[in-house]
């Protein structure tokens, strides 16, 4: 029954190539084709060519292309579901099973169906294919992930099912309708759409040639260089160039996807998006990271170096931002249609250099050489409003309100496609640039006011150049609320206009948008939704504030009350005034159904009031998110828990139903699969499937092996390896040699008195005045350790200076006492970040995540350490403790108080008398031991005679007290790497896929849409 020639060649000869179909075309009724990015295959809509490319089957490595048998549009109307025929045998020897298909042409088939055996863990090691008469004839062979044939009966009903949902005529017919050859046929703008969609009929081939071709070809003609002579900077920007052409190609009919399937979108807002590079994880998630490298190195260019010429987006700080772009990796991965948005910061937060051991803080110009990843969308532009009056009037009977602005600036997007893993779903973050309202002041400049014109330029520049201005000054304050402003009327007004493309009223808006607020600096938007629909759109109040508490959620990342964020009354008045007005009224309404409950409580009713009518008038920004949001969730069970009891127990008390538990995760891809290629093979080995780079929760198969020796021997071979290139990189800042058979103590993330890198420091020194103090043969017991520490202190931030000052100068001390040798080493490695931590992270056998309990959320390093490998030494709190609970007590060193003594040990911290040591290890700082005896005083008030906040003191005998146990289980060779390996399989748990679905699920109500 199988076709003639070309059947028979693939049968006999599996060296020869498949011939597959070519890219989709995506009609206006909705019809849509995939293609199948694990193993090349691509689609097509007409009059097809075949393409003979798979790479990833046997003999399958070179292009070419051949004409095939036009589908007419006669044809495919014909289909029915009764010429859909398979049918399943398994050979003889059990070596594979066939699947014989027989279906319709319908475009796209062959990739959609290769996709579908890839999800189900099939792999195809034969097949052939051939046309005729409007049906195509398809034989797969195919084997499961061990190489054996399928024989498991209602495994293989199962495969059928998925086949027949595919070969569903209702998925395809629409697109034969709108097919034909001809294009002399219709109108001229029927005959235009054929002629583009002809041009555009299939995907970038993803060979090894076609790869160096566009490469060159961008550096000919985007960088205008010679093919012949390009630098390392240049191919990356040319490599940059050639892989966002194939991610752009799968963004574009995702886009027309979700407009034809009208789905429900999450929009992701956002202050910081901490995404990395993106060069090597775009190629690892497209599946085309070893094309790349052996395109790169037969043009004379090696793929690790061309990925050091990229510099880090400076779009964030530490975790909500890190957290941010690990949710847009995991909801394009699990295929939801969602949009983030951020601004474009001209320089972020700020490039961390050292002189003398003092942190100075320079511009990180990251964009001076421009970003080969966004596009800038010049026609996509929104006026964003400051300053200015109200005006009232009334027209019919009902009052208008219209505010008249003295400053507008222009919101620009940039667009950045972010690609899903081995999956057709490209969704975009969206960041937004502040212009000038016209490039200059017109009139200004005219009549030679240049200076007036020009700074008015700066002046709207200003608004994105810089991530968290210091706010300490209120010209800094006024900054900080004109970007959140600007960042969410941009934002909204692009929602809005969105939804109004394809619906005329805003009944349906709450069912087809879900706003996320990544912590309470987008909450502005909130008044902002109610002017555009009250003030814009013309909606009656009522239903418009029905409509904004329907699509706002916000995830509350603080922990203490000081620390929510609050706004000057009177700088709102200035800079937002029609947004106060619409504050005060959301306030009156509130308040009324806060006395509708609770009477005339007028403590309770102080307390949950938006606006504070204290000494300082002030708005309570988070107060304004949880009354307009209809979900409000803490990240770790223990932060959401003390929300609930503590910092919002008045809010909780009124509306239960509205709080939920979402513990953060992270991208396994980027901080597993991608950044620990070794480990990732290991996993791969011994779990038997890469599944676990999409499932996690299989990692707990690693525990009935953690005992085998060949497993442990090849777990430490690999971490052996990364110590090796994390010592290289240190000798190369430094010019410290560090021996790679010391512990790697590391403790990375941003300074600040409760993370208290203070009490590391203390205890560095501690361990440094024990070995001074031993007998040579003592020092033969001790166990090596690298201390390495990284992360910057806020610009302003005095004390978090001081104590990286504190750390270099014991460094500069401990690094050079031929006493100490190589039983110490202190590194502080400066300008951490996301790149740095893909290098320290895999590096690390011990990492300290030892926030003061109650002050961290929860934390998202620690799972990545975790997930890694790396023992961690935690204090009680956040994540800790549910890391604890998922990888076992005896696998994590835990220390310090508990959540439920921190109240009495601050209440009572002036009587507290610290234990003798870590009085010594203070008097040796205020002595002058490590120089900078005056400099070095206030930090030490922090910590001594009674004014220890974070309990640094409280906690030093247990910190010690799990040093030690530390110290003598890495003696242990066997037992640490045991320790180290049920750390990784106890990870499963702590992936943003899990947090993400659980958002999708619980709070957004939008379900997976794939593309087939």
């Known amino acids: 029954m199988m076709a003639h020639a ?12 498949l011939y597959t179909l070519t890219k989709p075309y995506v009609s206006s009724l909705g019809a849509h084709i995939q293609r199948a990015p694990g193993n090349g295959l691509v689609n097509s809509f007409c009059a097809p060519k075949l393409l003979l490319r798979n790479p990833h089957l046997p003999g399958l490595n070179s292009v070419t292309s051949i004409r095939a048998q036009a589908v007419s549009a006669e044809t495919t109307e014909e289909a029915s579901e009764d010429l859909v025929k398979i049918l399943v045998e398994t050979s003889e020897d059990k070596s594979s099973t066939s699947i014989e298909i027989i279906a319709p042409n319908w475009p796209g088939i062959l990739a959609s169906i290769t996709d579908k055996f890839k999800s189900l863990e099939l792999q195809i090691v034969n097949a052939s294919v051939d046309l005729k008469d409007g049906l195509v004839y398809y034989k797969f062979f195919i084997q499961d992930v061990e190489g054996n044939a399928i024989v498991d009966a209602e495994y293989l009903e199962k495969v059928e099912k998925v086949i027949r949902r595919v070969l569903n005529p209702d998925l395809w017919s629409d697109l034969g309708k709108n097919v034909n050859v001809s294009q002399s046929i219709g109108d001229p703008e029927t005959q235009r759409r054929r002629r583009l969609l002809w041009l555009m009929d299939q995907y970038l081939k993803n060979d090894v040639p076609s790869i160096q071709k566009s490469i060159v070809d961008h550096v000919e003609y985007t960088i205008a260089r010679s093919r012949f002579k390009f630098d390392d900077f240049e191919a990356y920007k040319a490599t940059a160039a050639s892989v966002r052409d194939r991610l752009l190609e799968s963004w574009n009919d995702n886009q027309q996807f979700y407009r034809d399937s009208d789905s429900k979108r999450v929009y992701y807002l956002s202050m910081e998006f901490l995404m990395g590079r993106s060069l090597l994880n775009s190629v690892f998630n497209l599946g085309i990271k070893g094309e790349y490298a052996q395109a790169l190195s037969e043009l004379g260019y090696d793929l690790e170096v061309v990925v050091e010429q990229e510099r880090d987006a400076a779009l964030g700080n530490g975790g909500l931002g890190r957290l941010a772009a690990c949710f847009m990796d995991s909801l394009a991965t699990m295929n939801y249609s969602a949009w983030g948005y951020g601004l474009r910061y001209q320089y972020g937060m700020f490039r961390q250099q050292l002189q003398d051991g003092y942190q100075h803080e320079q511009p990180d110009y990251w964009l001076n050489f421009g970003n080969p990843w966004e596009i800038e969308r010049v026609h996509v532009t929104y006026p964003v409003k400051f300053y200015g009056k109200v005006d009232e009037d009334w027209v019919d009977g009902r009052k208008l309100i219209k505010w008249i602005p003295d400053e507008e600036v222009e919101a620009v997007a940039y667009d950045n496609p972010i690609p899903g893993y081995k999956t057709s779903n490209t ?26 014109a020009i700074l008015s330029k700066q002046r709207a520049e200003t608004i994105s150049s810089v991530l968290y201005p210091d706010d300490r000054t209120y010209q800094g304050k006024e900054l900080r609320l004109k970007q959140q402003y600007f960042f969410v009327s941009a934002t909204l007004q692009d929602i809005i206009r969105r939804f109004k493309d394809h619906h005329s009223s805003f009944d349906d808006f709450p069912e087809k948008v879900a706003i996320q607020l990544n912590d309470t600096h987008p909450t502005i938007g909130v008044p902002e939704m109610m002017r555009l629909l009250v003030d814009v ?93 209809h979900t409000i969730n803490g990240v770790a069970c223990t932060h959401t828990e003390f929300l609930k009891e503590s910092v919002f127990k008045d809010f909780y008390d009124l509306w239960p139903h509205k709080f939920q538990n979402k513990t953060n995760g992270v991208t396994q891809r980027r901080w597993l699969a991608f950044c620990n290629p070794g480990l990732r093979e290991v996993l791969t080995k011994w779990l038997g499937t890469e599944s676990w780079i999409t499932n996690l929760e299989l990692l707990t198969g ?26 290289l990189y240190i000798e190369g800042i430094s010019g410290v040699k560090v021996s790679i058979d010391a512990m790697f103590d590391v403790q990375v993330k941003r300074i600040h008195e409760y993370k208290r890198q203070l009490l590391n420091v203390l205890s560095i020194i501690h361990r440094y005045d024990c070995i001074k103090n031993m007998t040579p043969e003592e020092r033969k017991n001790v166990v090596p350790r690298v201390c390495i520490i990284g992360g910057k202190a806020a610009p302003g931030y005095e004390i978090a200076k001081k104590i990286i000052k504190l750390v270099t100068t014991i460094g500069e001390r401990i690094n050079n006492d031929s006493d100490v040798g190589n039983l110490l080493k202190v590194i502080f490695i400066p300008d951490y970040n996301v790149s740095l931590a893909e290098l320290v992270i895999p590096a690390s056998d011990l990492s300290q995540h030892i926030s003061t309990v109650g002050n961290e959320a929860s934390g998202t390093s620690n799972m990545k350490f975790a997930m890694n490998g790396c023992l961690l030494l935690a204090a009680r709190g956040g994540s800790n403790d549910e890391i604890q609970q998922e990888i076992g007590d005896e696998n994590i060193f835990v220390f310090g108080a508990k959540a439920e003594e921190l109240g009495r040990l601050r209440a009572e911290r002036r009587k507290f008398n610290p234990p003798r040591d870590f009085h010594r290890v203070i008097g040796m700082i205020r002595s002058g031991e490590f120089g900078h005896k005056e400099y070095f005083q206030e930090l030490c008030n922090t910590v001594d005679g009674g004014d220890d906040f974070y309990l640094v003191g409280n906690d030093f005998a247990s910190y010690l007290e799990a040093q030690a146990k530390v110290d003598k289980t890495y003696v242990d060779r066997v037992r640490w790497t045991k320790m180290s390996i049920m750390s990784t399989a106890g990870s499963g748990n702590f992936s943003s896929d899990r947090t993400t679905r659980e958002y999708a699920e619980e709070i957004w109500g939008i379900q997976p849409v794939e593309r087939f």
């Open 702 to 727: 690693l525990r009935q092996h953690a005992d085998d020796p060949s497993l442990q021997k090849e777990w430490n071979l690999v971490r052996r390896h990364n110590k090796a290139r994390l010592a």
């Open 427 to 452: 969704i975009n973050l969206r960041l937004w640039a502040a212009k000038p309202s016209g490039e200059f002041d017109l009139q200004s400049f005219n009549t030679g006011d240049y200076v007036n």
């Open 6 to 17: 070309l059947s028979q060649k693939t049968l006999l000869n599996p060296s020869l190539p």
């Open 537 to 629: 759109e013309s909606l009656e109040w009522g239903k418009a504030w029905a409509i904004t508490t329907r699509v706002f959620s916000v995830t509350i990342h603080s922990v203490l009350p000081e620390m929510l964020e609050k706004w000057p009354i009177e700088l709102l008045q200035t800079l937002l005034p029609r947004h106060i007005q619409i504050i005060y009224k959301i306030n009156t309404i509130f308040l009324e159904e806060v006395k509708s409950k609770f009477g005339n409580d007028y403590d309770r009713l102080a307390r949950m009031s938006i606006v504070d009518e204290g000494e300082k008038k002030v708005i309570k920004m988070a107060s304004l998110a949880l009354v307009a949001s």
